[in-house]
């Protein structure tokens, strides 16, 4: 077959920097367009908002989880007598087990039906943490961590490729932050079903954190049965071309495709939309994906994003350990409660900033820039302020820095590598881009906080000085990115000095 980078470099610039052929036919044309995917957003956000809220629900359980009933030597390390070195190795392979399996993943989803494929994915998180409810010692601790991992991987990357079949990129961002909101919805009421969960520790010969597994583990099961008759498939002008092995065939024969979202009208619409944006399917071999791997756009990308989910992960993981290195006073349920609030700022974050980095689409790095500086100043208080209060101030500061990263750096991503390499691009993109960034993750859990003993004499603040140094390299890496699409042409002409920049500036203003 041919190389999956056939486009004419004409087409990759005129996919990248061209509005769609109906925007420029008219307000009448948009406004129909824009009632299409509004449309659409109800059909898909919402189950898509379902899916990442329970899938996100099971990292902040595991977080509460470690101070539940600490009162009363009920908390899971007291019970199941974990050690620092214990704690840390178990958040890190549940990261080494997202890695390895988070590209192979996405790339079947790109060749069966993507929403079976999800619903697939979060029955087995179901059943993996309802597993959690079993386990008696640190061996089997650090087994089912890995297992967590195994069982999540796809999921976030696999909803961004999702998102790149229905929405063009100068939409996507916002869609990708209107379901990431789900993440940190579920990470605040973690914290509040934690409370509640605390309560029952005892009830049947059951501790609180094992009720909190069970009953999650139970109802995410249930949900990801139910996605596979709630979400759509593929948009049919995206269909065709599909490997005609067991392997698709079974996932066929198992997918309900229900009613489509678009009448026929409005799916011919949809697709002149999406079509000067979308290569078709392609059935791609080895040869394809490394084209993919060598394109230089890729790796600051994955740098972004290895600092920013970092420090999200390790803020998700150990919230509940900074706030009681900040007033060890404080009760377990006073810990989980404190939480919640963090992620409501996040929350509010990805509602107002993630919507600017689509309408600015040419300047998503200094989106991108500005939210993470607001993370570090976040960092930066609840490192050095001189009250609790303030300190505490601090964490809500740099959830608000941490909502927009991620939706923009996912979606930068698939834009970028759709245009040029079609429908592999977008799903080897966005798969590497979350797994290898996720190498992120496991070096915040595992050297850091509780991984770091030490440090807990001076409140964290080496392991927060550590964080923001990481947060600098994600900034440093948005301009390499940004260098690099001036460097190797993706603006046609344009290059990257302060005259042109500022024509540039201008210019995406009056275009938007």
């Keep these: 077959m041919e190389d999956s980078k056939s486009f004419t470099q004409e087409q990759q610039l005129e996919s990248f920097t061209s509005e769609s052929s109906l925007e420029n036919g008219g307000p009448d044309h948009q406004k129909r367009l824009n009632k299409i995917y509004r449309k659409l957003d109800w059909r898909i956000i919402p189950p898509l908002w379902g899916l990442y809220f329970l899938s996100s629900l099971g990292g902040g359980a595991y977080g509460n989880s470690l101070t539940m009933n600490s009162g009363v030597g009920h908390s899971l390390p007291q019970v199941l007598k974990l050690t ?7 958040s890190a392979l549940e990261y080494v087990g997202y890695i390895v399996f988070d590209l192979p993943m996405n790339l079947i989803m790109s060749v069966v039906a993507p929403h079976t494929w999800m619903s697939r994915i979060e029955t087995s998180i179901g059943l993996v943490y309802a597993c959690y409810t079993a386990v008696n010692n640190s061996s089997g601790l650090i087994a089912i961590r890995f297992f967590t991992g195994m069982a999540t991987a796809g999921i976030w990357p696999g909803m961004a490729y999702y998102i790149s079949m ?3 990129p100068h939409r996507a961002a916002a869609r990708i932050g209107y379901y990431f909101t789900a993440a940190q919805l579920s990470t605040a009421v973690a914290g509040l079903i934690a409370a509640g969960f605390q309560k029952m520790d005892g009830t049947l010969g059951y501790y609180g954190w094992q009720w909190l597994f069970l009953i999650y583990g139970v109802v995410t099961t249930a949900y990801g049965i139910l996605v596979v008759f709630i979400l759509p498939d593929r948009p049919r002008g995206l269909r065709g071309n599909e490997p005609t092995n ?10 309900y495709h229900g009613s489509p979202p678009l009448n026929p009208e409005e799916e011919e619409i949809h697709y002149q939309d999406m079509k000067e944006r979308y290569n078709k399917r392609q059935v791609w071999n080895l040869r394809d994906l490394w084209v993919v791997l060598k394109d230089v756009r890729l790796w600051p990308l994955v740098l972004m994003y290895f600092g920013v989910v970092g420090t999200g992960i390790a803020i998700m993981v150990y919230a509940t350990t900074i706030i009681q290195a900040i007033d060890p006073g404080l009760s377990s349920i006073d810990l989980s409660l404190l939480t919640a609030p963090i992620w409501l700022f996040d929350l509010a974050a990805i509602v107002l900033i993630t919507p600017i980095s689509d309408f600015l689409k040419n300047y998503r790095a200094l989106v991108f820039s500005f939210s993470t500086m607001i993370i570090i100043v976040g960092m930066c208080v609840t490192t050095w302020a001189p009250y609790q209060w303030s300190q505490y101030g601090g964490l809500l500061i740099c959830g608000f820095g941490l909502g927009p990263t991620v939706p923009i750096t996912m979606a930068w991503g698939a834009e970028i590598f759709q245009a040029r390499h079609g429908d592999l691009g977008a799903a080897a993109s966005t798969a590497l881009i979350s797994g290898l960034g996720n190498l992120g993750s496991v070096s915040t ?18 392991s927060n000085i550590v964080i923001m140094a990481l947060l600098g390299f994600s900034i440093f890496s948005a301009a390499c990115c940004t260098w690099l699409r001036f460097a190797l042409g993706d603006f046609g002409n344009q290059r990257l000095t302060d005259v042109t920049f500022l024509k540039f500036f201008k210019r995406t203003l009056r275009q938007n």
């Excluded at 067991?246 to 997918?255: I, P, Y």
């Excluded at 859990?445 to 991984?451: F, I, K, P, Q, V």
Aim: no cysteine.
């Design 84 to 90: 620092s070195s214990h704690l840390s190795t178990a």
């Design 166 to 168: 229905w929405y063009p």
């Design 246 to 255: 067991w392997f698709t065939k079974f996932f066929e024969f198992m997918t």
């Design 445 to 462: 859990t595992y050297a850091l906080y509780s991984g770091w003993p030490a440090d807990k004499a001076h409140h964290y603040r080496n």
